[in-house]
């Protein structure tokens, strides 16, 4: 492997991109009115060039304003191949004590990124072949901020435009009323048959008497996951729930580090991880995160953040780990974040499958006007 050099520049980009009214989704968190994205630029005295995304965390001038201060003062001068030192300087001085919590894993996230990314660069291998893994199909459901609350026929619409596309699974938006979800899955189920495979995402807006009307409902109709029906925090109301039917229950993107999923396995209610590479600490604690899982056979369906830096390397994940499950593809309506700030970072074929990129790193070109195009907008992206 060529030497990767000293990181001598660091940089975050906050960027966002407002929804027009006509193309707005409504889901348990609200109604969608822009997209954020934290893009993370690091260069090495060796002249390479890696990118990473960080999550914006609902406040992407504020993530990136911690990568350009604090984490950038601590990462300067390291070397950019030694991923694990960099990881620890950061955990050690900033995210174990009185450390920012979640809004320093986020911002850790898109360093570690780019970091992996220069080591493909510097090696001449894609990120999967780094991380010791193969060129395999990895599955993929139509996922994103899609398929939210709309008139089941609509809906049933919608599922069958990513059918089409050759998608084998989705996932439905539920939250709203437990007749309105339970009337939508059904719908979908019906149209769509039995070989569809049907997700569901409650994005946090589940009480605890919805789920136990929603999940045996879910359970007839052979629904794969009830994914976050409560806050990351409500382990109690985890535990019940999951005695309510067969469904498994999902969680993990708004979880960070290894340390809150070993508290995810310790209590048992919650069977899917779906840790963010963007979101609990990139692709060095991904790995961690994948390993924990693995001897609990628990299965890692990774969430996907906004941007082809993201998605490409949920893939390289996926296709690195023995227990990796779904891809999240982003079938949004808009998301110029997903095929204009990048080169495609992912194809679905006919079989509903997707592959990791050959190219060194994480295999997707990055343009820098894009990012000058779409400067930030403060404020909530949901209402």
């Known amino acids: 492997m060529n030497h990767s050099g000293k990181v001598v520049e660091l940089q975050a980009f906050p960027i966002s991109c407002p929804i027009p009214q006509d193309s707005q989704v409504t889901l348990g968190i609200g109604r969608q009115v822009k997209r954020d994205a934290v893009i993370v630029k690091i260069t090495t005295d060796q002249g390479l060039v890696g990118y990473g995304?960080?999550?914006?965390?609902?406040?992407?001038?504020?993530?990136?304003?911690l990568?350009?201060?604090?984490?950038?003062?601590?990462?300067?001068?390291?070397?950019?191949?030694?991923?694990?030192?960099?990881?620890?300087?950061?955990?050690?001085?900033?995210?174990?004590?009185?450390g920012m919590g979640a809004g320093c894993a986020l911002a850790m996230s898109g360093i570690d990124q780019a970091l992996w990314d220069i080591r493909g660069k510097a090696s001449g291998w894609p990120l999967y072949r780094l991380l010791g893994g193969s060129r395999k199909a990895?599955?993929?459901?139509?996922?994103?901020?899609?398929?939210?609350?709309?008139?089941?026929?609509?809906?049933?619409?919608?599922?069958?435009?990513?059918?089409?596309?050759?998608?084998?699974?989705?996932?439905?938006?539920?939250?709203?009323?437990?007749?309105?979800?339970?009337?939508?899955?059904?719908a979908v189920r019906k149209a769509c048959g039995d070989e569809l495979a049907i997700l569901t995402d409650g994005n946090t807006g589940c009480s605890l008497e919805d789920?136990?009307?929603?999940?045996?409902?879910?359970?007839?109709?052979?629904?794969?996951?009830?994914?976050?029906?409560?806050?990351?925090?409500?382990?109690?109301?985890?535990?019940?729930?999951?005695?309510?039917?067969?469904?498994?229950?999902?969680a993990g993107e708004n979880h960070y580090t290894r340390f809150e999923f070993n508290r995810l396995i310790e209590d048992g209610a919650i069977r899917i991880f779906q840790?963010?590479?963007?979101?609990?600490?990139?692709i060095t604690e991904g790995m961690r995160i994948a390993a924990l899982a693995s001897a609990w056979k628990i299965p890692i369906n990774p969430h996907t953040s906004m941007t082809g830096l993201n998605m490409a390397a949920s893939i390289h994940f996926l296709?690195?780990?023995?227990?990796?499950?779904?891809?999240?593809?982003?079938?949004?309506?808009?998301?110029?974040?997903?095929?204009?700030?990048?080169?495609?970072?992912?194809?679905?074929?006919?079989?509903?499958?997707?592959?990791?990129?050959?190219?060194?790193g994480i295999g997707v070109e990055v343009d820098e006007s894009f990012i000058k195009a779409y400067p930030v907008i403060e404020g909530p992206a949901f209402v």
């Not at 390291?78 to 620890?88: C, E, H, I, L, S």
């Not at 994914?227 to 019940?240: A, C, Q, S, T």
């Open 53 to 65: 995304e960080s999550h914006h965390g609902r406040a992407p001038g504020t993530v990136a304003h």
């Open 67 to 98: 990568v350009n201060t604090t984490l950038k003062q601590l990462v300067m001068g390291m070397q950019a191949d030694d991923v694990v030192g960099v990881w620890n300087k950061i955990y050690l001085k900033q995210l174990a004590s009185h």
């Open 138 to 186: 990895v599955p993929a459901y139509a996922g994103g901020v899609a398929l939210g609350y709309q008139e089941p026929a609509a809906l049933v619409d919608e599922v069958r435009a990513n059918v089409a596309l050759g998608y084998r699974a989705v996932k439905l938006r539920v939250g709203d009323t437990p007749g309105r979800d339970i009337a939508r899955v059904r």
């Open 211 to 250: 789920a136990r009307t929603l999940m045996p409902a879910f359970q007839e109709a052979n629904v794969g996951w009830l994914e976050e029906p409560f806050p990351l925090g409500d382990y109690r109301n985890y535990k019940i729930a999951s005695t309510f039917a067969t469904v498994p229950l999902a």
């Open 275 to 282: 840790p963010d590479v963007s979101k609990t600490g990139g």
């Open 319 to 360: 296709a690195s780990i023995d227990n990796g499950g779904y891809f999240e593809a982003d079938v949004s309506k808009i998301n110029p974040f997903r095929e204009g700030l990048t080169s495609l970072p992912y194809q679905v074929d006919a079989n509903g499958n997707v592959f990791p990129l050959d190219k060194p």
